[in-house]
């Protein structure tokens, strides 16, 4: 397999564009190596411009749980396309796509659309703010909650990757406000709230997905309403890529505690810039211009992205049955990675929600961000490329979650398997 076409691209677009990507975890820089680039995706297959074919574990990060050119979400932006791009004015789609949201959620009667997942959660927060009259906020160490300032403490993923886990550029005085917890810890929020009386929400991913796929206990996020509710505190679950993913109905309906406010991205958008947040009527309506809330947005609610939203959400909802079908195929795959590995002497820590999956190869339970910092990113990296080269797209970083799409075959699922069974014995030299 080539990929000099790729090496050659990314030598250019690095003289253009900073690290040759316009998001930095797709430079492949923690697995070493160069991304490929693309050309086209089709169902669950990416192709690269050396003209390779790989099944997609990655599907666009998360967007794309209907696979690559899905027919209805395709025809429905065309549809809209040929009646405008944009109008920055009100659209049926935005009330429709809104109507459809809600019904999924049993903590939202009203919803915001925005253009991405940052600017959802940066606009909770500061809704979350306006709402309670206060300042702090409190975030758990390794989630990602987008890159805007107060955020970007501890985040995980793409910053952990690179061992920045906070940014130059953000003053300290923007983050003084923002208070670090520990995951599935409960006294570590405590202790937040002993050492502050101005904690305006608690933000957490019920369902993180970026530092590797790590579930929040259920118990822990009981004890963490509660602590909420003590405190006039508001909770925030940021499903940005765990909603519609690990189930339709967000995290509340799976782990029965409900948050204050919800906010979505990716799969909201059929794979077009679409985010959102929702809440229950009385904080929504301290948004502007019902309240005093500022927060806008020339493309929000875009007529494009909305159709492909509306497409890929009513398919799930026309599906009630689809996630059970990929969280079995998802089970089915780490199992048997899990399986192949342990053949070959390497311990490896699996999780699965609806049609994401995670793996660590890591002696440990993974329950939080420092346990997921203490897997073995060499052999990660070593099991990346050579999955790749037999034609198996995973993410390019051992703290990303894996997603299977409705594209994804039981085929190529055993496919998949088969050629870890392959990597890890090259790999052990067993
Ligand atoms: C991806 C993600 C974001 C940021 O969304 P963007 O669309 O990339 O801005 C925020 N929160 C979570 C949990 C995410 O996974």
């Not at 309670?132 to 160490?141: A, L, N, Q, S």
């Not at 979650?401 to 998949?416: K, V």
Request: glycine share 10%; aromatic share 8%; charged share 20%.
């Amino acid at each position: 397999m080539s990929t000099e076409a790729s090496k050659k691209a990314f030598e250019e677009a690095q003289s253009l564009i900073p690290g040759g990507v316009n998001s930095p975890v797709r430079a492949f820089k923690s697995v070493g190596g160069t991304p490929l680039f693309i050309t086209e995706g089709e169902g669950a297959y990416l192709k690269d411009i050396d003209g390779n074919k790989y099944v997609d574990f990655v599907q666009s990060w998360g967007p794309l749980i209907f696979g690559h050119r899905d027919e209805s979400i395709e025809k429905a932006v065309i549809e809209a396309v040929k009646h405008g791009l944009s109008f920055g004015a009100p659209t049926l789609a935005e009330t429709e796509l809104a109507k459809l949201v809600i019904s999924f959620f049993d903590s939202m009667d009203k919803v915001r659309f925005v253009s991405s997942g940052t600017e959802a959660v940066m606009s909770a927060i500061r809704l979350a703010r306006g709402f309670t009259g206060r300042d702090d906020i409190v975030k758990f160490t390794g989630c990602y909650h987008g890159h805007s300032d107060a955020l970007l403490v501890e985040a995980g993923s793409g910053a952990a990757t690179f061992g920045n886990p906070s940014s130059p550029g953000v003053p300290a005085d923007f983050t003084k406000h923002t208070l670090l917890a520990t995951y599935n810890d409960i006294e570590s929020v405590k202790k937040c709230f002993n050492d502050s009386k101005d904690i305006a929400c608690v933000i957490i991913e019920p369902i993180a997905g970026n530092m590797g796929l790590v579930p929040a206990d259920k118990a822990f996020l009981h004890e963490l309403r509660e602590l909420c509710n003590e405190n006039g505190t508001l909770l925030i679950f940021d499903e940005v890529m765990s909603g519609f993913r690990a189930t339709l109905h967000g995290a509340e309906s799976i782990t029965g505690v409900k948050p204050d406010i919800v906010t979505l991205g990716k799969v909201i958008g059929g794979g077009m810039p679409v985010g959102a947040f929702g809440a229950r009527a009385e904080i929504m309506s301290k948004l502007s211009p019902e309240g005093p809330v500022y927060q806008a947005g020339t493309l929000s609610g875009n007529p494009v992205a909305m159709a492909a939203g509306f497409a890929a959400l009513t398919k799930l909802k026309e599906n009630a049955r689809v996630m059970s079908v990929l969280e079995a195929r998802a089970t089915r795959l780490t199992a048997g990675m899990k399986a192949a590995a342990l053949a070959c002497g390497i311990t490896m820590q699996t999780d699965v929600r609806g049609s994401m999956f995670g793996f660590f190869f890591n002696e440990n339970p993974v329950k939080n961000f420092a346990d997921a910092c203490k897997s073995d990113a060499e052999l990660f990296a070593k099991f990346h490329a050579a999955m790749l080269r037999e034609g198996f797209y995973f993410a390019c970083s051992l703290y990303e979650t894996g997603f299977i799409s409705t594209a994804t075959t039981d085929e190529m699922i055993e496919e998949t398997i088969k050629a870890s069974e392959k990597i890890f014995k090259e790999i052990t030299n067993v």
